[in-house]
């Protein structure tokens, strides 16, 4: 194992001398990372990592055992640094023994006592014969939990003394490693002892016989004696001289022992005369140390004095010590109520609030301190609540109403419960479960106190409640003031009722507000508390995507100022990329408002705000395509100069687009239409996409009346323009015809097409190249329909004809056949039929030489305008979208 720290270094030991089970403070370098890193500390050979504290990498803390070695050095084994040394050493003392008439300072175990006569244990009690080593071999504790080893031996001990002793248990803890020839020679060993034990008493008999009938010998000649002497010599008889004897060795060892016990009782009456003095002396000071130890805050040391003197004369009949005792009763009554108007006293933390509770308890205080406590503290908070409302309407009229400000009384609000409410909280919960008291009141009032919490938490209810509900009227009052009924005045006094909160604004708030029940749902306050939290919560979510929604709309209508008319390849301004992006931008900031916290419910869950909120949406789509109608319809002294990007591949064949040109009213029609087909395509599409994202309701009729009312307005624009377009083609054509006087009936062979069909077609060309030029997807379209308008006048010019001649006929059907063909790529069902209308009203050709003439007249006429009918010989392929979020 490799080692990444210096070996352990020990380099100082307080004390560096004692009796084993002394504690020691190790200091030096290197003594490990953590408690997990020591893995080793011996003193004087003895293992102490059992007792040993880790403190810090320089200081460990440790009790020294029973080593064997007087004197030895400390090391220190960490997993970081390998084993120690050490720079200094430890004195094991040996404690004396003391015998039972040598004087001591302190308290001698009798357990140890000592015989230094016999050097043998006599007239000791029967627990301090017991054996320290009853198998006679070396013990060797095992390193068994002591946990483990009482759940395998459940209602055992390992102490041989005890009546429940497990022998499994003893040579598990102490000879887990002993050997089996070792356990053999404690069982010999317990066996001789066993042995000993009860042959003690006849082997005691055996060897005093001798002693026995010595004594037996001298009793029976004392007793010859005295029947020899009679009754002649009374006062010389051997009884008498006997008591004479014993009189004297009496009066002797009175004499030698009555001084000592002269000393003895002399002592015991000083002893008792001083304990009386201290006694009394005792309650004379206390009045003074009282009001003395008041002054200094310590009001512990009042009260144990004051315990001891109720003790000692509470119920005493003396008149003087009743008159001190009262005294005494006097200042502590003064003490009560200091402390209970520091109590009550505001602000205050919860620290000393449990002190001062404390020792009013110990002080058996008459009512409930803890509860007058928790009352004032309540009535302080809602103070403070209306006080910082007051505080902020003030500054609110400084500033003129200004809507941050709102906000910040929020945050200023919600930051003043979170630092008040948690320790209220706490201060309810200590109530509860008793820690606010001493254990000497836990005692004596715990049966009232618990009848007190079951009446009194109803209260305390009340009060959160209370809390709770001026929060929300606060909060509510300056956020939603509409929304804040008649007997809520109060909370949105000095708000200005008109003034909205921007959706940002009520975002941040209801941020705000999340974070402040999380922080009160952690301290484990009941969720019914809380749940006018979570409603204020809901109404601020739906307000700010109503408000967020109300705000998007004003914007799209502000987009039209934003329209440069610069047109892209694909024929787009980029005013349907602004609104798509302005709307995914309204819908992102409300990505945090609509996301269900724990404990919330949706945004969406009742009715009404789903079709408020379908209603609002709705409202963004057609307020933008009132935006696009009006950009159509604007006047062309209104539209700004713009550069309009033209296709590579649709070069300005007539030379009607150049810089610096001003949009005619036509061309903005185009671009319009164009933004339009983009919109039902792509940009609706991507809308109601984010919309689902975001878990809006009713997202199929959003799409489809705002497609119902954008094909209306793409209908109405394009018709528009084909008036605009179709309409002086179409009633040119019948002029044309009949220029120079042109009769049907009466007209000369055909050699081509006449002029007006040739301005038609022009015309229709340069629809072509004003179409393509803006959007080659609208090209299709818009010739279709003038193809159809043109071809639908030609076949009534035709039918309104009531004769053809031969030539008439044939200038007829070239004319009809010629412009037929040259927009065969936009023909439609109505178009043809209408060209067949007109050639049905035409004599049908009767030789083969007309048809030939027709054939040959039809091919001059295509290669005499190849160049300008190009355009009709195909249709433009479809441009490809890609859509690009933002420009």
């Known amino acids: 194992m490799s080692r990444t720290r210096q070996p352990p270094l020990v380099t100082g030991i307080s004390p560096n001398e004692g009796i084993p089970w002394t504690k020691v403070t190790i200091r030096g370098e290197n003594l490990g990372t953590g408690p997990a890193d020591l893995i080793g500390l011996t003193i004087c050979g003895h293992n102490c990592l059992l007792t040993a504290e880790w403190m810090s990498a320089s200081k460990i803390v440790c009790r020294v055992g029973q080593a064997k070695n007087d004197k030895g050095d400390i090391i220190v084994t960490t997993k970081s640094g390998g084993k120690g040394t050490s720079t200094v050493s430890f004195k094991l003392l040996r404690p004396e023994k003391i015998g039972i008439l040598d004087q001591s300072a302190v308290w001698v175990d009798e357990m140890n006592y000592y015989d230094m006569r016999t050097d043998r244990n006599k007239g000791i009690p029967p627990l301090s014969l017991r054996p320290a080593n009853p198998l006679g071999i070396e013990i060797e504790k095992g390193k068994f939990p002591q946990k483990d080893l009482e759940m395998l031996f459940p209602g055992m001990s390992a102490d041989f003394t005890s009546e429940n002793f497990s022998a499994a248990w003893y040579l598990i803890e102490n000879h887990s490693n002993t050997s089996f020839e070792q356990l053999k020679m404690a069982v010999t060993h317990l066996k001789r002892q066993a042995n000993k034990k009860s042959e003690g008493s006849l082997a005691c008999v055996k060897g005093g016989l001798s002693t026995f009938f010595e ?5 029976s000649a004392i007793h010859q004696k005295l029947e020899a002497d009679g009754t002649e010599k009374v006062e010389g008889s051997m009884t008498q001289k006997l008591e004479n004897v014993l009189n004297r060795a009496s009066n002797t060892a009175d004499t030698l022992f009555q001084e000592v016990l002269g000393r003895k009782d002399k002592a015991d009456s000083t002893r008792n005369a001083l304990n009386v003095l201290q006694r009394f002396k005792f309650l004379f000071n206390l009045p003074l140390s009282i009001e003395r130890n008041i002054q200094k805050g310590d009001y512990d040391v009042v009260i144990n004095d004051y315990e001891k003197a109720k003790s000692l004369f509470g119920k005493t009949e003396v008149q003087v010590f009743k008159k001190y005792y009262a005294e005494v009763e006097t200042r502590i009554e003064a003490l009560r109520e200091l402390l209970l108007d520091k109590l009550l006293e505001t602000p205050s933390t919860l620290h000393d609030q449990k002190r001062y509770i404390r020792y009013l308890s110990d002080l058996h205080a008459p009512g409930d301190p803890a509860w007058q406590c928790i009352g004032a503290q309540h009535r302080w908070i809602l103070q403070l609540m209306h006080s910082c409302q007051e505080g902020c309407v003030r500054d609110l009229k400084a500033w003129r109403y200004q809507t941050p400000h709102r906000v910040a009384f929020v945050e200023k609000l919600t930051k003043l419960v979170l630092s008040q409410l948690p320790n209220f909280w706490k201060l309810w919960i200590s109530y509860v479960n008793g820690s606010l008291f001493s254990e000497t009141a836990e005692k004596s009032g715990h049966i009232e106190r618990s009848k007190n919490v079951r009446q009194r938490q109803n209260d305390f209810k009340k009060m959160i409640q209370e809390v709770m509900h001026c929060l929300v009227k606060l909060l509510r ?9 008649e007997g809520g005045g109060r909370q949105c006094r000095g708000w200005e009722v008109k003034a909205e909160l921007s959706g940002q604004g009520l975002a941040h708030a209801i941020q705000t507000l999340r974070l402040t029940y999380e922080s009160l749902t952690a301290l484990e306050i009941p969720n019914d508390l809380l749940q006018t939290i979570q409603d204020l919560v809901l109404d601020l979510r739906v307000r700010c995507v109503v408000v967020t929604l109300q705000h998007t709309a004003e914007e799209v209508k502000r987009l039209a100022e934003k329209e440069d008319w610069v047109v892209d390849s694909e024929g787009l301004t980029s005013l349907p990329c602004h609104f798509e992006r302005c709307v995914v931008h309204s819908l992102q900031s409300l990505r945090e408002v609509l996301e269900c916290k724990p404990g919330e419910a949706s945004v969406f869950q009742q009715p009404k705000t789903q079709e408020e909120v379908c209603q609002l949406s709705i409202n963004i789509m057609q307020v933008f395509i009132c935006c696009l109608e009006q950009l159509s319809t604007k006047p ?7 550069h309009l990007s033209v296709d590579v591949s649709s070069p300005d064949l007539f030379g009607s687009i150049h810089e610096d040109f001003s949009l005619t009213s036509e061309q903005r029609l185009l671009i319009v239409l164009s ?45 528009n323009y084909i008036e605009l377009k ?31 069909l040739k301005e038609a077609l022009v015309n229709i060309i340069a629809v072509h190249a004003e179409v393509f030029t803006i959007s080659k997807d609208l090209v299709p379209r818009v010739l279709s329909r003038v193809v159809e308008a043109v071809s639908e006048e030609l076949s009534r010019l035709m039918q309104c004809v009531s004769s053809f001649s031969k030539n008439g006929a044939l200038q007829a059907r070239l004319e009809i056949c010629t412009l037929r063909d040259t927009v065969a790529a936009h023909l439609t069902p109505e178009s043809r039929s209408s060209f067949k209308q007109a050639l049905e009203a035409l004599p049908q050709l009767s030789s083969g030489a007309d048809r030939k003439l027709l054939e040959l007249l039809l091919s001059r006429v295509r290669s005499g305008v190849h160049l300008q009918l190009a355009c009709f010989q195909a249709a433009p392929p479809p441009a490809v979208k890609t859509q690009v979020p933002s420009r």
Request: charged share 25%.
């Open 726 to 756: 179709a309409d002086p083609i179409v009633g040119s054509l019948e002029p044309g015809i009949y220029a120079g006087y042109f009769d049907w009936k009466d007209c000369l062979p055909p050699t081509g097409v006449r002029n007006y």
């Open 636 to 642: 062309d002294a209104d539209v700004d100069t713009a």
């Open 477 to 485: 009052g300056a956020l939603l003031p509409l929304s804040v009924t």
């Open 215 to 219: 004594a037996q010998d001298a009793l």
């Open 675 to 719: 933004n339009c087909c983009y919109l039902e395509r792509h940009t609706f599409r991507n809308i109601a996409e984010h919309f689902e994202k975001h878990n809006f309701q009713g997202i199929e009729k959003i799409t489809q009346v705002s497609m119902a009312s954008l094909k209306e307005l793409d209908q109405r624009l394009f018709e």
